[in-house]
């Protein structure tokens, strides 16, 4: 069983590309974030046609996840984070699927840090941390993954010098992310790949792509139940390089049934 994961940084403007890869790769659940769109501007028929169905929590013109499942449909389990009633971005999804817990994410990005936004970005991962406690006590086989806007460690990044002020490779980012760790969930790219130098995102600017300027900031965490299941896991690259691109690239996870 594959499940994977896609920034997809527009689900309008990249829908050719999504359906590509959909249909190339075949992922038998797949999460997506930066949807970008309104609940009733989702394109769930075009999916359809395909064989995969969908949940989605959308917002206008920003953030938005949805998690779409080959030939049945995900059943929602919880949408959004509790913790602050007055939080109103739409962020997080969470269903079961094919006997496993997914939790799609978008965490906030953070910048400009230090200030407001990079405080709402560590009460989030606080309120996450809380959330994947939760599903922990369940001892259910999950999987928590998209986008952290996080580096977890200098082998993440093409250059730390680079990225030293920005808020996904601030020590209190990273402590946060470490902590999700530390209760024992599994960093699924990091464990396959302890050397680093595995990307996930390069910017549209300063032609990062050709110079393979990237990072790692789209993570699987699983847990134990999940992660002995783990049989391979890795990113999609090439379709970082395809036309009207997004700015990331699919990571996914298989794992035996």
């Known amino acids: 069983?594959?499940?994977?994961?896609?920034?997809?940084?527009?689900?309008?403007?990249?829908?050719?590309?999504?359906?590509?890869?959909?249909?190339?790769?075949?992922?038998?659940?797949?999460?997506?974030?930066?949807?970008?769109?309104?609940?009733?501007?989702?394109?769930?028929?075009?999916?359809?046609?395909?064989?995969?169905?969908?949940i989605w929590h959308g917002q206008k013109s920003f953030n938005g996840v949805a998690i779409l499942a080959d030939g049945t449909k995900p059943i929602e389990i919880q949408r959004g984070?509790?913790?602050?009633?007055?939080?109103?971005?739409?962020?997080?999804?969470?269903?079961?699927?094919?006997d496993t817990r997914v939790a799609c994410i978008y965490l906030p990005n953070g910048n400009p840090q230090p200030g407001p936004k990079f405080d709402y970005k560590l009460r989030w991962m606080e309120r996450l941390r809380a959330r994947m406690r939760e599903i922990a006590a369940e001892e259910v086989p999950a999987i928590v993954l998209g986008d952290y806007n996080v580096i977890p460690t200098d082998r993440d990044v093409w250059s730390p010098a680079a990225m030293a002020d920005d808020a996904l490779m601030q020590p209190a980012s990273r402590d946060a992310y470490a902590r999700l760790l530390g209760d024992g969930w599994t960093d699924a790219l990091a464990t396959h790949n302890p050397q680093g130098g595995v990307w996930t995102f390069w910017d549209y600017q300063a032609g990062a792509w050709q110079r393979d300027h990237g990072f790692r900031i789209d993570h699987a965490l699983l847990s134990p139940e999940l992660a002995d299941r783990l049989t391979a896991c890795g990113v999609d690259k090439a379709y970082r390089g395809r036309e009207k691109a997004s700015d990331h690239t699919p990571v996914w996870c298989e794992f035996r049934t």
């Open 1 to 54: 069983m594959k499940i994977a994961t896609f920034n997809i940084n527009g689900i309008k403007a990249r829908l050719p590309r999504l359906l590509e890869w959909l249909e190339e790769s075949r992922p038998a659940v797949a999460c997506l974030q930066e949807i970008k769109t309104q609940d009733d501007g989702f394109p769930a028929a075009d999916f359809e046609k395909i064989g995969y169905h969908a």
């Open 81 to 98: 984070l509790a913790g602050e009633d007055e939080d109103d971005h739409s962020r997080y999804l969470e269903a079961e699927v094919f």
